[in-house]
């Protein structure tokens, strides 16, 4: 039997000159390039200008090279952010020519010009935003090629993954510690259903070395070209992200993470469905496949062209390491990328009406329930909540979420952990000692003490006793409308508490001081941030007649205030002059803290100090019920004044793991970045949405952490409050979720899960349009 591959051309560079001149009337210098069925030649002409010269395998069919040439004008005049090749015209003005081989076969001949770039392959490390720019490209390449169509497409080839089967029948000649691995991957292929894919005429070979980076200065490196349209095939359109999957993840550390990065900037750009994600993976793996099943079957016919084995061991290598993964994790993993809820299959639901009525009979009516007709919601991905009938809506305020709903590297530390063991911190624990140098190392070298707890609460609550046990003094300092928690003595230095409904009001023990808002407040100028901290002082005397200041406590931007950024040198000369009267200053960074503020991963870096104590919750976990403080060695060793200090969950293994993971997401997905940039462009849109419509009164904020002020008159600035309550429930209506804060809610708070993108800050954007107007 000859293969394909035995009856690729076989011209010598003097040939290839010889047709230049001949067909194409150009004078060139030739070198060969490498090519798995065909040849290929790299010519030269004088003037510098590179072409491509491909001679086709004889068995290739003429109408399929005209297909070829055809989607790459179609794609040419698309608005693709790549470049395509131009196709020369031979001598007579036609696209191919038949040129004899010196093994006297008639192939066909093309001219396309060169196109310049690194391959992929060689442009290592493939950072997050080189994958990106991946995903970008082939999504606007799927997304044009769905308009094309051509006869010769529909054929019957080797390397189309619908196809296979043809391959899977070389799985014989490889060892069977081999076939053994790939076997499963193959039977996975069998179950495709693919009625429920989209076909489309697909590239079909986005492989590492098809694949052309270049790099410009402003912006970086990015994927600029995609080249050889020779394995172009009608075929699943989702197969041509998994061909690229498969070389995507040779050689990378956390292959899946790699792809993921490439499918979520696909998903931005021509979306996936359902059915295509769920096979996303089994395809990648497939494309594996039929690159070992082939490969081996091209050595046993042609033992000397090496281009067949070109990935051969880095492909093993990555199947060796697919096989070891749970089947369903990259999907999972894919799911989280595109925003799709990760686990696919639903529990059955109640009635939304009837378990209303059940939650009003069992839970008490002090726990609100959000909207008109509360919301049910059953799934979340990303920055998305799905309700019980499958809707989707924007997530803009959960600030717990911080990393993504649901998000798989979060949970599988949680369910393994989990699964290993979970006990409390009176024995030696790796992940406890680990988790605690990794938060430290985010803080100034002064916090370099750790105590674990399970929420925001218990975090402030811990971090009062810790100030009495160190300043041996009983009041605290706090700023009006301030949250610091729900237990009683967090409920006595919270005025957003105490002095609003059914508060007890202040005690006498409790010293307020006025909220340093520069929109509304009393000094807004320049130096509003002294003015404001003279209140604090001011705090002082009446604290000094009870036996001084124990802590001033703060949160690092004001969220139940309405989202109050802090004046600048704010903290700073608060922090001096209580200090200086012998308190201790807590930032309390449950809300604002994890790379929230974008520019600093801290919100109190933002004003130039070091707090004595930083409080943590919400964030830390990302859901998980977990807190800290970090404090100093000195208060620390105050604190331990004989009393043991003990608390069941406070630092259990699975708290530490989520942690860790919590912490390894920011980094690795770069997030406090995202949160400057996508925040910084959410702030900006918003300030020109400002521009049009008198309603909005202020936008303020810092990074993803943005508040806006609503008002009837901005002269007057009489807070829109009944406004604010109908902009979130119009909202609501528009898929995107929303919340009010403030003392007169009438802030419209923004403080989504801190994967928000461009495209969700422009969704937001236009929804919000379409209310106020
Ligand atoms: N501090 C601040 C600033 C908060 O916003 C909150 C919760 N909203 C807390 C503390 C209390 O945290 P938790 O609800 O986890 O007890």
Not at 157 to 175: G, K, M, Q, Y
Not at 408 to 433: G, K
Not at 440 to 445: G, K, N, R, S, V
Request: charged share 20%; proline share 4%.
């Amino acid at each position: 039997m000859t293969t394909v591959v035995q009856k690729a051309p076989r011209l010598t560079i003097d040939g290839a000159i010889r047709i230049a001149a001949e067909v194409y009337g150009l004078q060139v210098s030739a070198t060969a390039l490498p090519s798995e069925r065909d040849q290929n030649f790299l010519l030269e002409i004088s003037t510098g200008e590179k072409f491509v010269l491909k001679i086709a395998n004889a068995d290739e069919d003429p109408q399929f090279l005209d297909c070829q040439n055809q989607l790459i004008r179609f794609l040419a005049a698309a608005k693709i952010d790549l470049e395509f090749p131009r196709i020369v015209e031979t001598i007579a003005g036609a696209d191919l020519a038949s040129v004899t081989g010196d093994d006297s076969r008639a192939h066909s001949a093309r001219l396309l010009t060169w196109v310049d770039g690194a391959c992929f392959a060689a442009a290592k490390p493939h950072d997050r935003k080189l994958l990106a720019s991946l995903g970008r490209a082939l999504g606007q390449m799927d997304r044009a090629s769905a308009n094309f169509a051509h006869p010769a497409a529909r054929r019957v080839f080797h390397w189309d993954l619908c196809n296979a089967a043809e391959a899977r029948t070389s799985i014989d000649l490889l060892p069977d510690s081999r076939r053994r691995i790939i076997e499963p991957f193959f039977a996975a292929w069998e179950k495709i259903d693919w009625r429920s894919l989209r076909f489309s005429v697909i590239h079909n070979d986005a492989n590492d070395y098809n694949v052309l980076v270049s790099t410009d200065e402003k912006s970086g490196r990015r994927v600029s070209a995609i080249i050889d349209y020779g394995d172009v095939v009608y075929s699943a359109t989702v197969g041509n992200l998994a061909v690229a999957l498969a070389y995507v993840m040779l050689d990378e550390p956390d292959p899946i993470q790699a792809a993921a990065q490439v499918v979520s900037a696909y998903h931005e750009q021509f979306p996936l469905t359902e059915s295509e994600i769920d096979v996303l993976y089994t395809l990648t793996v497939t494309r594996l496949c039929l690159s070992v099943c082939i490969a081996a079957q091209q050595t046993r016919d042609v033992p000397e062209n090496e281009y067949l084995n070109i990935s051969n061991a880095q492909v093993w290598s990555l199947v060796e390491k697919l096989q070891h993964l749970p089947f369903d994790w990259p999907t999972r993993v894919f799911r989280f990328a595109a925003g799709m809820p990760v686990v696919s299959d639903q529990p059955a639901h109640t009635q939304s009406d009837s378990l209303l009525a059940r939650r009003k009979r069992t839970l008490g009516p002090s726990l609100s329930v959000s909207y008109k007709s509360p919301l049910h919601i059953v799934s979340g991905s990303r920055q998305f909540l799905f309700d019980v009938c499958g809707r989707r809506y924007l997530d803009c305020v959960n600030n717990v979420a911080h990393v993504g709903h649901s998000h798989p590297y979060v949970v599988r530390a949680v369910t393994e952990q989990m699964a290993r063991l979970n006990t409390n911190t009176r024995y030696l624990h790796e992940l406890l000692i680990e988790y605690s140098e990794r938060l430290t190392a985010t803080l100034p070298e002064e916090l370099s003490v750790v105590f674990l707890v399970n929420s925001g609460s218990e975090a402030n609550e811990l971090a009062l006793r810790m100030a009495r046990a160190y300043t041996k003094r009983n009041d605290v300092i706090v700023v009006d409308c301030a949250y610091h928690g729900n237990t009683s003595a967090m409920i006595d230095i919270s005025p957003y508490k105490f002095d609003g409904p059914g508060g007890h009001g202040r005690r006498a023990w409790v010293h307020q001081v006025t909220l340093p808002d520069i929109y509304r407040g009393a000094h807004r100028g320049e130096d509003a941030g002294t003015r404001y901290a003279e209140a604090v002082s001011d705090a002082l005397r009446p604290a000094e007649v009870n036996g001084g200041v124990a802590a001033f406590f703060c949160e690092s931007a004001v969220s139940c205030g309405g989202q109050i950024i802090l004046p600048a040198g704010y903290l700073r000369e608060a922090f001096a002059a209580v200090r200086a009267a012998g308190g201790i200053c807590v930032a309390d960074e449950v809300q604002t803290g994890f790379g929230r503020a974008g520019s600093h991963f801290w919100m109190f870096e933002t004003q130039g100090v070091t707090p004595d104590i930083v409080t943590l919750g919400k964030p830390i976990g990302n859901g998980h019920p977990l807190g800290a403080v970090v404090t100093t060695p000195e208060i620390a060793a105050a604190f331990a004044n004989g009393m043991e200090y003990f608390n069941t969950f406070g630092g259990n293994p699975v708290s530490c793991a989520v942690g860790l993971a919590v912490l390894d997401v920011i980094r690795d997905e770069e997030l406090q970045q995202n949160a400057r940039e996508v925040g910084g462009y959410l702030k900006d849109a918003l300030n020109q949405m400002k521009s049009r419509h008198s309603l909005i009164g202020d936008v303020r904020g810092q990074g993803l952490f943005l508040g806006i002020e609503l008002v009837r008159d901005r002269q007057t600035r009489e807070p829109a409050d009944r406004e604010a309550a109908r902009l979130i429930e119009q909202m609501r209506k528009r898929g995107v979720l929303l919340s009010t804060d403030g003392p007169f809610h009438n802030v419209i708070k923004i403080k989504p899960p801190i994967v928000f993108s461009r495209r969700d800050a422009d969704e937001l954007i236009s929804q919000m349009e379409i209310v106020l107007d």
